[in-house]
Nanobody, 123 residues
Framework: VQLQASGGGLVQAGGSLRLSCAASGLTFSSYRMGWFRQAPGKEREFVATISWSSGTTLHADSVKGRFTISRDNAKNTVFLQMNSLRPEDTAVYYC?????????????????WGQGTQVTVSS
């Protein structure tokens, strides 16, 4: 199984980025997908999750209204559209794939992780 995250970069506050995570080696449409992030010196935190059918999405309060998770099961890819970025959004962003029950808010819900992509927001 491989999850390849991309799309990170350096952006000014108020700007936008779109992260992608391409999955291979698994039946993508059977997995919940999620995005987490980890800033220096902090624990990994939940950002957003989407169910296998795209029927249910959940976003952390800190990103609600600014970030949107989506998926394309035909392309085995999950996306994170990030708008109105803030300096506090600076972190390494990780995508995860999980087949376990649960809301998807916890990292233990995920079986596989990508390598992460750096997002840096300057003020």
């Amino acid at each position: 199984v491989q999850l390849q995250a991309s799309g990170g970069g350096l952006v000014q506050a108020g700007g936008s980025l779109r992260l992608s995570c391409a999955a291979s080696g698994l039946t993508f449409s059977s997995y919940r997908m999620g995005w987490f992030r980890q800033a220096p010196g902090k624990e990994r935190e939940f950002v957003a999750t989407i169910s296998w059918s795209s029927g249910t999405t959940l976003h952390a309060d800190s990103v609600k209204g600014r970030f949107t998770i989506s998926r394309d099961n035909a392309k085995n890819t999950v996306f994170l559209q990030m708008n109105s970025l803030r300096p506090e959004d600076t972190a390494v962003y990780y995508c995860g794939a999980g087949a376990r029950m649960g809301s998807g808010r916890l990292s233990i819900s995920y079986d596989y992780w990508g390598q992460g992509t750096q997002v840096t927001v300057s003020s």
